[in-house]
Nanobody, 122 residues
Framework: QVQLVESGGGLVQAGGSLRLSCAAS????????MGWFRQAPGKEREFVAV????????SYAASVKGRFTISRDNAENTVYLQMNSLKPEDTAVYYC???????????????WGQGTQVTVSS
C-alpha cells in the first residue's frame, strides 16, 4: 500500500506562486508514475500534470503548461508541483496520485492523497 499526503496549499493572489508537495509512505514510489489532479467546486476532477518514474517523461494539461512544473525526488519519496502565475481559475483541491503505468487518466490511478486546497484570489 502507498499512502500519499499533499501539503503546500493555501490562499494566494492572482499572479502568485505556490509549491505543492506530495509525500509518500508505506512503500517507495520510485517505480510509480506520479500525477497531479485537481477538482474545482461543482466540476469533475481533471488532470494537471504527470511524471514518469524516472522523471524522463512529463506531460501537462494545456491550461497549466508553461506555468506549472512537476518534479520528483525519489530519494525523498516526494513529488512536487510548482505553480507560478496563478489564476483564479486554478482554484481547486489538488490531489496527487500514484500509478504503475504512465497515464493522464484518472481511472488508471490506484493510490490517491486526501488533497490540499488552493485558492487564488483576483
Amino acid at each position: 500500500q502507498v499512502q500519499l499526503v499533499e501539503s503546500g496549499g493555501g490562499l494566494v493572489q492572482a499572479g502568485g506562486s505556490l509549491r505543492l508537495s506530495c509525500a509518500a509512505s508505506g512503500r517507495t514510489v520510485s517505480g510509480y508514475t506520479m500525477g497531479w489532479f485537481r477538482q474545482a467546486p461543482g466540476k469533475e476532477r481533471e488532470f494537471v500534470a504527470v511524471i514518469s518514474s524516472s522523471g524522463a517523461s512529463i506531460s501537462y494539461a494545456a491550461s497549466v503548461k508553461g506555468r506549472f512544473t512537476i518534479s520528483r525526488d525519489n530519494a525523498e519519496n516526494t513529488v512536487y508541483l510548482q505553480m507560478n502565475s496563478l489564476k483564479p481559475e486554478d482554484t481547486a483541491v489538488y490531489y496527487c496520485a500514484a500509478d504503475g503505468a504512465y497515464s493522464t487518466k484518472i481511472k488508471n490511478y490506484d493510490y490517491w492523497g486526501q488533497g490540499t486546497q488552493v485558492t487564488v484570489s483576483s
